[in-house]
């Protein structure tokens, strides 16, 4: 018993030693070499039995097919010399081929048939060689030279007596046959019945070792599994209370245990950490808004005090009598301009809405562009197209105005002949497509590039106020809206605005 059990632990400390692949390894080679046993047992025992007893029921068969060939030629050799026509001579040639044929079939091993058989096999060939040498003889004698009649019946008499000697042998050989096969076949019989008996045990066998393999697997590898599967599960509703996954194993599984074990001590401490700088954050953030709404109000503050610099409304009277004035001498240009001056201040000045109406927007674009192609001649040009109903779609205030603006003075008026602004707007899918493009003089690839990634972090200082502004408030007041900049160095730029409608 204590051999036993040291072995077991030996074994089963070898098991735990193996890695995870050499563990399935030995698993599959276990199962292929019972598979394999199986197949062997079962071959051995199909050519054992069928072996056996297929050559005896040939043998018989072989010795059954003689005499029924040698039957049939005797009655076909009687049949023919008693009518000599071409029918009974072609019956009578194809006994004889299958008596020879059967003849030659016969077994003559010496070895496998044995000394009885050998001798009766030894004289039916030799005794049908003599028969077939006298028989032809009688015919050719009886067609070319003629025999008297005493001569024919003494020949004819010899060959009858010969064919039952041959009839003889045959049955003395199915006898013979007949008896060896019975005697093998009880032979066998006995070797057959323990064939169970053997399969039995060699069954139990292999369902004992598939078992104590099963449960070192499902001991080693299964219940560890589990284990961290519930535990996983408990760590995911916050729980870190469960006690570590302890095994015994030197393989993956091992490892892996043990890195969870570490892995839910250094969690739970983060965790916990992360709770507490959680609370100073909160701390900080609610610091932060409260700094955030004070530099609020004074940004307010100060907007007013700068809008109350200027009394609007000494501007907009000083304004419109200088355009009085303007239209008193007749010069119109001159109107124009103090008019479109007039009304960007007043959008600029009393516009407190944080939406307003395309049309009002795109009315202070061409106030702005009209002032600016006096100042730049026939240096600048430009071309609205709206396909969408300015009058009911609202877009952010101060859109549209800063981005021509910004490609007056950083596109256009760079390129010494001057360019072209084309702005476009369409609606498609609920959304309003807004294209703002010049052909002033662009960026490269690396400016844009820094543009961009200025516009994504927010960095009003690095592409300015206005476009930064845009980028902030469209993605800020609209879900799903967009601002994308695009230019090529030499050709210009575009900016494509994305706004879904708000009726």
């Known amino acids: 018993?204590?051999?036993?059990?040291?072995?077991?632990?030996?074994?089963?400390?070898?098991?735990?030693?193996?890695?995870?692949?050499?563990?399935?390894?030995?698993?599959?080679?276990?199962?292929?070499?019972?598979?394999?046993?199986?197949?062997i047992f079962n071959i051995v025992i199909l050519d054992f039995a069928l072996n056996g007893f297929n050559q005896i029921l040939e043998d018989n068969s072989k010795c059954h097919d003689y005499q029924a060939a040698m039957e049939e030629e005797t009655m076909a050799f009687k049949n023919y010399v008693k009518d000599r026509s071409d029918e009974s001579k072609i019956l009578f040639e194809t006994a004889c081929a299958r008596t020879e044929r059967s003849v030659s079939e016969l077994p003559f091993d010496y070895e496998r048939v044995g000394n009885e058989r050998y001798s009766?096999?030894?004289?039916?060939?030799?005794?049908?060689?003599?028969?077939?040498?006298w028989r032809d003889l009688f015919l050719l004698g009886k067609d070319e030279n003629g025999f008297s009649i005493t001569q024919y019946i003494n020949e004819l008499y010899r060959i009858y007596r010969m064919q039952d000697y041959l009839s003889d042998y045959g049955k003395r050989l199915v006898q013979s046959t007949l008896r060896e096969g019975s005697d093998a076949y009880h032979t066998k019989v006995p070797i057959l019945y323990?064939?169970?008996?053997?399969?039995?045990?060699?069954?139990?066998?292999?369902?004992s070792g598939t078992f104590y393999v099963s449960r070192m697997m499902h001991r080693d590898m299964v219940v560890p599994v589990v284990r961290l599967a519930c535990i996983s599960r408990k760590i995911a509703g916050n729980d870190f209370s469960n006690e570590d996954v302890e095994v015994e194993n030197q393989d993956e599984i091992g490892e892996l245990v043990r890195a969870f074990n570490k892995m839910k001590h250094s969690t739970n401490q983060y965790?916990?950490?992360l709770k507490e700088k959680n609370e100073m954050a909160d701390l900080l953030h609610k610091e932060e808004i409260e700094k955030m709404e004070i530099e609020k109000r004074l940004d307010a503050t100060k907007l007013e005090l700068l809008k109350n610099q200027i009394n609007p409304h000494f501007l907009f009277n000083t304004l419109n009598m200088i355009s009085c004035m303007a239209k008193l001498e007749d010069a119109g240009t001159t109107e124009r301009m103090i008019e479109c001056l007039g009304n960007l201040f007043r959008y600029n000045l009393k516009t407190?809405?944080?939406?307003?109406?395309?049309?009002?927007?795109?009315?202070?674009v061409s106030d702005y562009m009209y002032l600016q192609q006096m100042r730049f001649g026939s240096r600048l040009h430009y071309d609205i197209q709206c396909l969408a109903d300015s009058s009911r779609i609202m877009i952010p205030t101060f859109t549209l105005q800063p981005l021509v603006e910004n490609a007056v003075m950083h596109g256009i008026s760079k390129k010494e002949e001057g360019g072209s602004i084309r702005i476009r707007i369409w609606e498609k899918d609920?959304?309003?497509?807004?294209?703002?493009?010049?052909?002033?003089?662009?960026?490269?690839?690396?400016?844009?590039?820094?543009?961009?990634?200025?516009?994504a972090a927010h960095s009003t200082s690095r592409v300015g106020i206005g476009a930064g502004?845009?980028?902030?408030?469209?993605h800020r007041m609209y879900d799903g809206g967009d601002f994308q900049i695009y230019s090529r160095q030499g050709c210009g730029t575009a900016v494509l605005l994305t706004i879904p409608v708000r009726l």
């Open 352 to 364: 407190p809405e944080s939406e307003v109406l395309l049309k009002k927007e795109l009315q202070v």
């Open 120 to 133: 009766i096999t030894w004289s039916i060939r030799n005794g049908y060689e003599n028969y077939s040498r």
């Open 469 to 474: 502004n845009i980028y902030q408030r469209i």
């Open 1 to 39: 018993m204590k051999v036993g059990r040291w072995g077991t632990k030996k074994l089963h400390e070898k098991w735990l030693s193996f890695t995870l692949k050499q563990k399935i390894k030995t698993i599959a080679a276990m199962v292929i070499l019972i598979v394999a046993l199986s197949i």
């Open 194 to 207: 323990r064939f169970p008996v053997i399969i039995l045990v060699l069954a139990v066998l292999s369902i």
């Open 430 to 455: 609920q959304k309003i497509i807004i294209s703002i493009a010049d052909t002033g003089v662009g960026m490269s690839e690396e400016s844009l590039g820094e543009l961009r990634e200025a516009l």
């Open 271 to 273: 965790i916990t950490t």
